[in-house]
Structures are given as C-alpha cells and as structure tokens.
C-alpha cells in the first residue's frame, strides 16, 4: 500500500522537527517514495525544503528545493 502525499508529509514534517531537535547529529536522507511507491523527486523533495542543515538531502532534490526559491 502506497500513503498518500498528505501523510508522508506528516511524517517528513515529524523528521524535521526530530532533526532540528537533534542537530549534533547528522541524518542522511534517502530519495524516499521515489522507487516502489512511484512518487517523482518533484513531488517529495520540496516536502523537505524546510530541513535544518543536519539533514543531507540527495543532490536531485536539492537542486529542485532551490529552484523552487
């Protein structure tokens, strides 16, 4: 069963918060719902725009966060 958008949204929101709440440590972020779930980079990498700097994200999203602003 694939979640929609709306509530791995909820979860990334969740990671964020757990990240900036823990920023001594480094969390590596994979291209997560971009394989078996079908979902595009375009669609999930904006969700993390919002990541504190203790947050490596994939190249590919990065490059689609800042085009976006």
């Known amino acids: 069963m694939t979640l929609p958008l709306c509530i791995i949204k909820e979860y990334v ?3 964020i918060e757990a990240a900036a709440d823990n920023f001594e440590d480094t969390f590596f972020v994979t291209a997560i719902g971009t394989g078996l ?3 595009s980079s ?4 904006p969700m ?5 700097e203790n947050c490596v994200l ?3 999203w990065k490059e689609i966060i800042e085009g976006e602003g």
């Open 13 to 15: 929101d969740d990671f």
């Open 37 to 39: 779930a079908g979902y």
């Open 42 to 45: 375009s669609e999930i990498a």
């Open 48 to 52: 993390f725009k919002d990541a504190p």
């Open 58 to 60: 994939p190249n590919e």
